[in-house]
């Protein structure tokens, strides 16, 4: 049984920055790609951003370009997201993912979550 863990969310007025972090267990992190979505009141779920098993790859949505960077530690299970210039767009609430192989692939590729972590951006 897989199980991901979100933390860092917070309240953080516009331009700010914060960093989240998952902590993965129950399965070889290390194989799987890993991803960031999020969701906002009344919208549907989005990819955010993905990164491949070891790193090497990523892709984000057009609309966090440049301002956030997914990463991750195959040595202790965890990947991160460092979300910088942040805007009041940005607040939703933030889920880890784990993907089904180890390539980035689709954001349908994923399909074991954490419980989020809310993020709040005040303008």
């Known amino acids: 049984q897989v199980q991901l863990v979100e933390s860092g969310g917070g309240l953080v007025q516009a331009g700010g920055s914060l960093r989240l972090s998952c902590a993965a267990s129950?399965?070889?992190?290390?194989?799987?790609?890993m991803g960031w979505f999020r969701q906002a009141p009344g919208k549907a779920r989005e990819f955010v951003a993905l990164i491949n098993w070891d790193g090497r790859i990523t892709t984000y949505t057009d609309s966090v370009k440049g301002r956030f960077t997914i990463s991750r530690d195959n040595t202790k299970n965890t990947v991160a997201l460092q979300m910088d210039s942040l805007k009041p767009e940005d607040t939703a609430k933030y889920y880890c993912?784990?993907?089904?192989?180890?390539?980035?692939?689709?954001?349908?590729?994923?399909?074991?979550w954490g419980q989020g972590t809310q993020v709040t951006v005040s303008s």
């Open positions: 129950g399965r070889t992190f290390s194989t799987y790609a």
């Open positions: 993912a784990m993907g089904i192989r180890s390539l980035v692939g689709r954001p349908t590729d994923y399909d074991t």
